[in-house]
């Protein structure tokens, strides 16, 4: 279901480029994006008069940031968020972590689907244009740690 929708959104919003545009997928899907400093705070997004704001750590690493949006967008995207129920996610560093909730596992998992969609991996990796992890991650835009964790959950690499 996460991976479903996260191939919906991309098949929507993708312009197809890698490292995919988060961001810019974030605001063609209606959601606001500020950067401000937070603390231990990584990022978090919450409605205002039903429209979804995202607030993203302006003192983290880029390829963090990408993560962070990706994985508040994954909220939003994944119906988390709601008027008659919770209005508000925020996530601190812990986020690469495995979570004990079932909807930061799915923001996660969704995350990761639209960072490295498993297409645009499998082709990178048959085509030569990327077959080393320091070369995936740069691709891709993302930590060493999360290129790692989707290699194995496609396939690629075992764990
Ligand atoms: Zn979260």
Do not use: C
């Amino acid at each position: 279901m996460v991976a479903t929708r996260a191939s919906a959104v991309l098949g929507k919003y993708w312009d197809g480029y890698l490292p995919v545009n988060v961001e810019a997928i974030a605001s063609a899907m209606g959601v606001e994006v500020r950067y401000e400093f937070m603390g231990e705070t990584s990022g978090e997004i919450h409605l205002e008069d039903g429209r979804p704001i995202m607030r993203v750590n302006e003192w983290d690493a880029p390829v963090r940031q990408r993560f962070t949006i990706a994985h508040e967008l994954g909220h939003y995207a994944l119906g988390h968020l709601r008027e008659d129920g919770q209005k508000f996610f925020r996530d601190d560093r812990s986020h690469y972590s495995m979570s004990a909730s079932r909807l930061e596992r799915d923001a996660n998992h969704f995350a990761a689907s639209i960072l490295m969609p498993t297409d645009a991996v499998h082709y990178v990796i048959q085509n030569g244009h990327a077959t080393t992890l320091p070369a995936l991650t740069e691709m891709f835009g993302v930590s060493r740690a999360a290129m790692q964790y989707r290699a194995a959950n496609l396939g690629i690499i075992e764990r």
